[in-house]
Structures are given as structure tokens and as C-alpha cells.
């Protein structure tokens, strides 16, 4: 069930389940019991929340499989933002009808997720896609910044805490680093998907990422994909000085992302809110607010209007009542100009 809140003064639509109105203005909050691709005919993209917590619940940590829409259609191969949750986000998504009843898992992970587009070195954006590696198959690539890989190399197929599955052991996947400095796209294989990266800090120095995915055929389309990260105003770099200064990646990114917010290209943003506004800053470690959340998407609003860009909220922490009152939170105030969808695992979002 995915959470749709937006700001209307006209009810004009009459395909959701469910109306909820509360607060003045209105607030319009949509629950779509199902889609399909017969009530969705412009979308691009379709997208297969595998996990959408921040941490804590195993059975739903962070992953999402994209693929592109073809008339009306999913294409039938995937590629995955993080890999919190594979095998098990599957079965929900089955459960849902996200993907057909007569769905193998086995044979879905094997043939039909073509790429791991890794945002972050932490296991909850991780664990699920580690441990589905031994029945994988080989041809795959692991894709994030080089400081990931590492991680990835290091830490985790290093023979010790897993079996070397890269290209220095089994030889089941091999990497491909991407550069931050880049300002051009380069070719996910086996798909019709172009990925850039961007730096994110995530507690700064350490770095998270962000994906650019943009399809490789017209019209034109793209999707961004944040991992974990903090505000500019609060991640802070320590000089040898002990002066510090802020990177501020989420101001680049944003100044990166507004010719495509202009041409009306960028369908949606997934970003992170961990917790609700009550968490003081320096409680944070390196992920967002409400609060935090609106005051980084206006600085994109700066640019051009953001009514056609969904805004999909990703990572809310487990904790009892905060996914509801993150909820309520970006329901006021400026939240009035953008589009948000809660995602609920397995089950689908057409864009």
C-alpha cells in the first residue's frame, strides 16, 4: 500500500481506494489498493519496493528493483537500488502482485536482476544481496563509487566474513566504479538503463551515493535514487586545523538535477527521512528529517516547480508511531508543493 499526500483544492480523481482528509488546506492522502498498467498508461518506470525501512527489521531493509515500461508493460529485467532485502521482498511483491504468481525466486534472482547499484557500505543496504550471492549468476556487475567497492572488497568478500564472489575470486560479479567528477552517463549493461553517480556524505567524511537513471530511448526519462544522507547544514568535514566546512554534495546534486526538473524528465526522487522532527541535529548521524527533508528539496524548487516530480520517502526507521508521524509532518507547510509516496513493501509504483 503506497501513500500518496499532495495539496488539493478540487477532488478531480476518482481511482483511489481510499480519501483521507485532514488539516487546512486540504490535504489529499491517496492509498492505491492496486495498480495497473491499464490506469497507467504514461508511466516509464515501474519500480518493486523489495525493503523500504532504515534498519532494525532484516525482512525489509532498503532495495528496490527498477525497470522500464514498454507499452504499458514492465520490461521483464531489473536492476536493484541496494540490496538490504532481496529473496525475502520477492515474496511480498508476489503476495502483491507485483510481479506473476508463478514467479520462481530462484530463477528471478538468478536471470532477471541484471545489476546491484550499491548507494553505501552498510549492511543494511547490503546484507540481503550478500548473502543471495552463492546462487547468483556470474556477468553481474556491482556498481557505486569506488569508496563502496572497497568496502564491498574489504569487508565483506574478503574470504573471511564471505566468499570472494568478485572478480579477484569466484569471478560471480565484477565492479564498475563510477566517477563523481563526471558530468556524462555510462551504460548499465544487459539493460536499457544510463547511470550517474554523485557523493553523498552520510556522517561526513564517509561517503554515500546517489544513481541518476536515466532510460537510453525516447521520451526521455530519468529517476533519482538518494542512499543515506545528511543535511548540508550538519554534515561537517574536520580539517587538520580543526576548522570545519560542509562538502554540500546535496547542493550540487540539486543544482545538477534542474535542467532535468525543467524539462520535465526527472520523474521521481527517493529520498531518505530516518526520523521524525523531534531528533535533534546532533542525533541525526547523517539522515534527514521532516524538516531537513523540505528544506533540501526547496533549494531544487529554486529552480523550477516540483509538482511533477514524485517524491518518494525512503528509510523511515522501525520505531513505534514514526512512519505515521513523518507522515503527518509532511503534510504542512511547504510540504504543500511537492508529491509524496510512502512506499510499502512488494508493493508496486508506477511513475
Given at each position: 500500500?503506497?501513500?500518496?499526500?499532495?495539496?488539493?483544492?478540487?477532488?478531480?480523481?476518482?481511482?483511489?481506494?481510499?480519501?483521507?482528509?485532514?488539516?487546512?488546506?486540504?490535504?489529499?492522502?491517496?492509498?492505491?489498493?492496486?495498480?495497473?498498467?491499464?490506469?497507467?498508461?504514461?508511466?516509464?518506470?515501474?519500480?518493486?519496493?523489495?525493503?523500504?525501512?532504515?534498519?532494525?527489521?532484516?525482512?525489509?531493509?532498503?532495495?528496490y528493483?527498477?525497470?522500464?515500461?514498454?507499452?504499458n508493460?514492465?520490461?521483464?529485467?531489473?536492476?536493484?537500488?541496494?540490496?538490504?532485502?532481496?529473496?525475502?521482498?520477492?515474496?511480498?511483491?508476489?503476495?502483491?502482485?507485483?510481479?506473476?504468481?508463478?514467479?520462481?525466486?530462484?530463477?528471478?534472482i538468478?536471470?532477471?536482476?541484471?545489476?546491484?547499484?550499491?548507494?553505501?557500505?552498510?549492511?543494511?543496504?547490503?546484507?540481503?544481496?550478500?548473502?543471495?550471492?552463492?546462487?547468483?549468476?556470474s556477468?553481474?556487475?556491482?556498481?557505486?563509487?569506488?569508496?563502496?567497492?572497497?568496502?564491498?572488497?574489504?569487508?565483506?568478500?574478503?574470504?573471511?566474513?564471505?566468499?570472494?564472489?568478485?572478480?579477484?575470486?569466484?569471478?560471480?560479479?565484477?565492479?564498475?566504479?563510477?566517477?563523481?567528477?563526471?558530468?556524462?552517463?555510462?551504460?548499465?549493461?544487459?539493460?536499457?538503463?544510463?547511470?550517474?553517480?554523485?557523493?553523498?556524505c552520510?556522517?561526513?567524511?564517509?561517503?554515500?551515493?546517489?544513481?541518476?537513471?536515466?532510460?537510453?530511448?525516447?521520451?526521455?526519462?530519468?529517476?533519482?535514487?538518494?542512499?543515506?544522507?545528511?543535511?548540508?547544514?550538519?554534515?561537517?568535514?574536520?580539517?587538520?586545523?580543526?576548522?570545519?566546512?560542509?562538502?554540500?554534495?546535496?547542493?550540487?546534486?540539486?543544482?545538477?538535477?534542474?535542467?532535468?526538473?525543467?524539462?520535465?524528465?526527472?520523474?521521481?526522487?527517493?529520498?531518505?527521512?530516518?526520523?521524525?522532527?523531534?531528533?535533534?541535529?546532533?542525533?541525526?548521524?547523517?539522515?534527514?528529517?521532516?524538516?531537513?527533508?523540505?528544506?533540501?528539496?526547496?533549494?531544487?524548487?529554486?529552480?523550477?516547480?516540483?509538482?511533477?516530480?514524485?517524491?518518494?520517502?525512503?528509510?523511515?526507521?522501525?520505531?513505534?508511531?514514526?512512519?505515521?508521524?513523518?507522515?503527518?509532518?509532511?503534510?504542512?507547510g511547504?510540504?504543500?508543493?511537492?508529491?509524496?509516496?510512502?512506499?510499502?513493501?512488494?508493493?508496486?509504483?508506477w511513475?
Amino acid at each position: 500500500m503506497q501513500y500518496l499526500l499532495k495539496y488539493k483544492y478540487s477532488l478531480h480523481f476518482f481511482s483511489i481506494s481510499i480519501l483521507a482528509l485532514t488539516l487546512i488546506p486540504i490535504i489529499l492522502i491517496t492509498v492505491n489498493e492496486k495498480q495497473t498498467p491499464d490506469t497507467h498508461v504514461s508511466s516509464v518506470f515501474y519500480v518493486i519496493p523489495l525493503g523500504t525501512t532504515g534498519g532494525l527489521d532484516e525482512d525489509n531493509l532498503s532495495s528496490y528493483l527498477l525497470t522500464s515500461v514498454n507499452d504499458n508493460n514492465p520490461n521483464s529485467t531489473y536492476i536493484a537500488l541496494d540490496g538490504g532485502t532481496i529473496r525475502h521482498g520477492i515474496e511480498i511483491a508476489i503476495q502483491h502482485k507485483s510481479l506473476p504468481s508463478n514467479t520462481d525466486k530462484e530463477t528471478f534472482i538468478r536471470e532477471q536482476i541484471k545489476a546491484y547499484l550499491i548507494s553505501h557500505g552498510h549492511l543494511d543496504h547490503n546484507s540481503g544481496f550478500i548473502l543471495n550471492t552463492p546462487n547468483d549468476k556470474s556477468g553481474k556487475f556491482i556498481i557505486g563509487l569506488n569508496e563502496t567497492i572497497n568496502i564491498i572488497r574489504q569487508s565483506y568478500f574478503n574470504n573471511l566474513a564471505w566468499a570472494d564472489f568478485g572478480s579477484t575470486g569466484l569471478k560471480t560479479y565484477d565492479y564498475q566504479i563510477l566517477d563523481p567528477l563526471s558530468t556524462t552517463s555510462v551504460p548499465i549493461a544487459n539493460t536499457d538503463f544510463n547511470v550517474r553517480i554523485f557523493r553523498l556524505c552520510h556522517t561526513c567524511p564517509y561517503l554515500s551515493s546517489a544513481f541518476l537513471i536515466s532510460r537510453r530511448y525516447q521520451p526521455a526519462a530519468s529517476i533519482l535514487y538518494l542512499g543515506d544522507t545528511g543535511p548540508d547544514d550538519v554534515e561537517k568535514i574536520i580539517q587538520p586545523d580543526n576548522t570545519t566546512y560542509s562538502p554540500r554534495y546535496l547542493s550540487q546534486l540539486w543544482k545538477a538535477m534542474a535542467p532535468l526538473v525543467s524539462a520535465d524528465e526527472l520523474k521521481a526522487i527517493f529520498i531518505e527521512v530516518s526520523f521524525p522532527n523531534e531528533r535533534p541535529d546532533h542525533l541525526l548521524f547523517g539522515h534527514l528529517t521532516p524538516n531537513w527533508l523540505l528544506k533540501e528539496l526547496n533549494v531544487l524548487r529554486t529552480y523550477h516547480s516540483m509538482e511533477k516530480v514524485k517524491i518518494i520517502v525512503t528509510h523511515i526507521k522501525p520505531e513505534k508511531g514514526a512512519r505515521e508521524k513523518i507522515i503527518e509532518q509532511l503534510s504542512s507547510g511547504d510540504a504543500s508543493y511537492f508529491s509524496f509516496i510512502f512506499p510499502q513493501q512488494g508493493q508496486a509504483i508506477w511513475l
